[in-house]
């Protein structure tokens, strides 16, 4: 099982592999560079570099998270060439570190009557970016939060997404535990469904990465809190533990994206490697 947690990379994209060994993790997420911009990073291509022969040697798996303005569904179209700049940056910066892919969320819904333009609009940005990009990362589509009824809540919509795509072998998916419980997509007692629709559907298929998260909603809240695995959440352990011994799941790295500020990441992915490690 690989398991690891969200590092910055404020000592560089080598140094947060390092701080992913010291954690003792097995996969990590890094921003590719800074979170709350859309702007061109002219990243060091050494330390890039070093990075992926770092995890390498060291079998760590790492996947990068697009900054938080990044949008599938911008509302205009300024926005949206910087956007499809900023994701082919994101994916350079990816590839050069040896991750598996540019985490982006799926879009929001731009029209209450016309429900199809979102989805229409999310795959020309998926189109458009991925008719540039020669490397070999992809993008990872993740699940929203959100109320039933809002999008890119259900297997359904990713696969149909994914499949509806000129280059579809270039985008896989990430399944974040809390926005699937907040949304209503796993209730904590309907894994089996869950399991059997998304193979059904081919998600697994294309699984790259997991977000593991607890939540500190109930679920079908429509909340995006994440909270800490074990005892501070809605999600109980027996309900993780039917998730993460489908077999489906067995290679995926696990990511946290918890509070460290509650539970310190050393100590949580620890628990982790007890409880499900092997
Ligand atoms: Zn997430």
Same mark, same amino acid.
């Given at each position: 099982m690989k398991f690891g947690c969200h590092i910055s990379i404020r000592e560089g994209y080598l140094g947060a592999a390092k701080q992913a060994a010291a954690l003792n993790a097995? &996969?990590?997420?890094?921003?590719?560079?800074?979170?709350?911009?859309?702007?061109?990073?002219?990243?060091?291509?050494?330390?890039? *570099?070093?990075?992926?022969?770092?995890?390498?040697?060291?079998?760590?798996e790492s996947v990068t998270h697009t900054p938080y303005p990044t949008s599938l569904t911008?509302?205009? #179209?300024?926005?949206?060439?910087?956007?499809? #700049?900023s994701l082919l940056?994101?994916?350079?910066?990816?590839? &050069? !570190?040896?991750?598996?892919? &540019?985490?982006?969320?799926?879009?929001?819904?731009?029209?209450?009557?016309?429900?199809? *333009?979102?989805?229409?609009?999310?795959?020309?940005?998926?189109?458009?970016?991925?008719?540039?990009?020669?490397?070999? !990362?992809?993008?990872?589509?993740e699940n929203n939060a959100g109320i039933p009824g809002s999008i890119g809540t259900t297997l359904e919509e990713l696969a149909q997404v994914r499949n509806l795509c000129d280059?579809? @072998?270039?985008?896989?998916?990430?399944?974040?535990?809390?926005? *699937?419980? &907040?949304?209503?997509?796993?209730d904590g007692e309907n894994w089996n469904d869950v399991l059997g629709r998304g193979i059904e559907l081919g998600f697994f298929d294309h699984l790259e990465v997991i977000h593991f998260n607890n939540s500190k909603y109930e679920p079908g809240s429509g909340k995006d809190r994440h909270a800490n695995i074990f005892g501070h959440g809605y999600?109980?352990?027996?309900?993780?533990?039917?998730?993460?011994?489908?077999?489906?799941?067995?290679?995926?790295?696990?990511?946290? #994206?918890?509070?460290?500020?509650?539970?310190?990441?050393?100590? #949580?992915?620890?628990?982790?490697? @007890?409880?499900?490690g092997r």
């Open positions: 097995s &996969a990590f997420q890094y921003f590719p560079k800074n979170p709350r911009s859309l702007s061109i990073k002219e990243f060091n291509k050494e330390d890039s *570099a070093l990075c992926k022969r770092f995890c390498t040697e060291n079998a760590i911008p509302r205009d #179209e300024n926005k949206r060439n910087k956007i499809i #700049e940056n994101d994916l350079e910066i990816t590839d &050069a !570190c040896g991750s598996i892919g &540019a985490v982006v969320h799926f879009g929001k819904l731009i029209s209450n009557d016309d429900r199809l *333009a979102s989805y229409q609009l999310m795959i020309e940005m998926l189109n458009e970016v991925l008719s540039q990009w020669k490397g070999n !990362c992809k993008i990872l589509l280059q579809s @072998e270039k985008i896989g998916f990430c399944l974040d535990t809390c926005h *699937a419980f &907040a949304s209503g997509l796993w999600i109980s352990e027996k309900q993780f533990d039917q998730l993460i011994k489908s077999p489906q799941l067995a290679n995926i790295p696990f990511i946290l #994206e918890t509070p460290k500020e509650e539970v310190p990441h050393n100590e #949580e992915i620890q628990q982790l490697h @007890e409880k499900w």
